[in-house]
């Protein structure tokens, strides 16, 4: 099974500044990794699917980037509605796996 | 996109429940789909996944042998079948849809449905 390691663990930013999330996968996962942004009590919501793919809707100060085993996810500037937990996902191998998420508060 | 997830409560350890999500405002069939969960105040856990015509699937370890999915493209709808159940199978859980042909990339998501498992 893929180990995939998020740090930090918690983010402790105000409103404008840079948020910078990384993830660290056990093995190579090429570029199949997905974020994920979660709000207490809602779903996930994907944001970016191959490491640096924006899904539909997503504003364009989120970006994605990293191949192999590390990645990043930036938020170039944060709004308060950005204030979530944030998950990486691969998908590169069966069983996929997430991240233990990092908080950005 | 719509994913409606039902069934979920509170069932005895060592016992039986099953899930079900309806799915409409998409091509049901088109789509891979998957069962994901989270415990209560944890992180994200895939659990099973199911391809388009419902012939191949796949199981974490923590439910293989235990939990079956299932789908039924005339009805729009998937199913999680859980025997065996554990305390620690207690989490809300989630219904799932694939990008098209990317399996892995969730881009829909239920509002998902409680199961607590106690003795």
């Known amino acids: 099974e893929i180990v995939l390691t998020q740090s930090p663990a918690t983010l402790s930013l105000s409103p404008g500044e840079r948020a910078t999330l990384s993830c660290r996968a056990s093995?190579?996962?090429?570029?199949?990794l997905a974020w994920y942004q979660q709000k207490p009590g809602q779903a996930p919501r994907l944001l970016i699917y191959?490491?640096?793919n924006r899904a539909p809707g997503i504003p364009a100060r989120f970006s994605g980037a990293g191949s192999g085993t590390d990645f990043t996810l930036t938020i170039s500037s944060l709004q308060p509605d950005d204030f979530a937990t944030y998950y990486c996902?691969?998908?590169?191998?069966?069983?996929?796996?997430f991240g233990q998420g990092t908080k950005v508060e | 996109v719509q994913l409606v997830e039902s069934g979920g409560g509170l069932v005895q350890t060592g016992g039986s429940l099953r899930l079900s999500c309806a799915a409409s405002?998409?091509?049901?069939?088109?789509?891979?789909m998957n069962w994901v969960r989270q415990a209560p105040g944890k992180g994200l856990e895939w659990i099973s996944y199911?391809?388009?015509?419902?012939?191949?699937?796949f199981y974490s370890d923590s439910v293989k042998g235990r939990f079956t999915i299932s789908r039924d493209n005339g009805k729009d709808s998937l199913s999680l079948q859980m025997k065996s159940l554990r305390d620690d199978d207690t989490a809300v859980y989630y219904c799932?849809?694939?990008?098209?042909?990317?399996?892995?990339?969730?881009?829909?998501w239920g509002q998902g449905t409680l199961v607590t498992v106690s003795s």
């Open positions: 191959a490491a640096s």
């Open positions: 996902q691969q998908y590169d191998t069966y069983s996929l796996t």
């Open positions: 199911i391809d388009t015509g419902g012939r191949t699937t």
């Open positions: 799932v849809r694939d990008r098209p042909r990317a399996a892995g990339e969730f881009d829909a």
């Open positions: 405002g998409f091509t049901f069939r088109s789509h891979s």
């Open positions: 093995q190579s996962v090429s570029t199949h």
